[in-house]
């Protein structure tokens, strides 16, 4: 059993566990997000230009069970939608990196590691 305890403790303790974890918790956060714009500000503005249409009420009945493919309908508009704005988001995202990325070099800052610092200092020294 210790054997155990040990070897679950070093999985559950490694880099990539603990990163998923996190990515898992933040990537939940912004699924709320997203959630609230599409269904607070997106769908009220498309329901606007589409005049109010809704899907959800849509329904076929066989014999005495109602099959509501409506909401089944509603689902995959909700979906396309969330998919539209993450995609639009992350669009966003990586070219505002491409362009820091294509700073000229004179406007990045580079650090000189310790290691060239300690040479520098040991070259100062010696031409003194």
């Given amino acids: 059993m210790k054997g155990f305890v040990t070897e679950f403790k070093a999985f559950a303790m490694k880099g990539n566990v603990m990163d998923l974890a996190v990515a898992v918790v933040i990537g939940a956060a912004f699924g709320k997000i997203v959630s609230s714009l599409v269904t607070n500000i997106i769908t009220p503005i498309i329901g606007l230009i589409m005049g109010g249409i809704d899907f959800s009420d849509l329904a076929y009945t066989i014999g005495k069970e109602k099959v509501t493919y409506g909401v089944f309908v509603q689902s995959v508009i909700d979906f396309t939608i969330v998919a539209l704005v993450i995609f639009l988001v992350v669009k966003g995202i990586n070219s505002f990196k491409k362009k820091e ?3 000229p070099e004179a406007e990045k800052i580079v650090v ?5 610092k300690l040479l520098r200092e040991i ?5 003194k």
């Fill in 101 to 103: 990325e294509a700073k």
């Fill in 112 to 116: 000189p590691s310790e290691e060239v």
């Fill in 123 to 127: 070259r100062d020294t010696l031409q």
